[in-house]
């Protein structure tokens, strides 16, 4: 499972490399508009596969404090 999940990734970074790759050519307006959707969807596919292998969370500032003001 995590190997799938590992060339997913791999996958989706390839593809952003080359979408940011072809955004420093000249486009078409259009094709510029395409591009752009595309990276963004990368990206965001590249986010959500990486918090759903890689769950992590870390205490914020806030819980943090209340963590403190809960054991005096």
Known sequence: MID?????LRA?????????RLL???LT????TYVERRLME??????????ST???TLPT???ATISDSSRR
């Not at 799938?4 to 997913?8: G, P, V």
């Not at 989706?12 to 940011?20: D, E, K, L, M, V």
């Not at 990368?42 to 918090?51: K, V």
Request: proline share 3%; charged share 40%; net charge neutral.
């Open 4 to 8: 799938e999940s590992l060339s997913r």
């Open 24 to 26: 420093k050519t000249e």
């Open 42 to 51: 990368e990206e965001a596919a590249m986010q959500a596969l990486s918090n």
């Open 12 to 20: 989706h970074r390839n593809n952003i490399h080359r979408y940011r």
């Open 29 to 32: 307006d259009l094709e510029r």
């Open 54 to 56: 890689f769950p992590l």
């Open 61 to 63: 500032k806030l819980d």
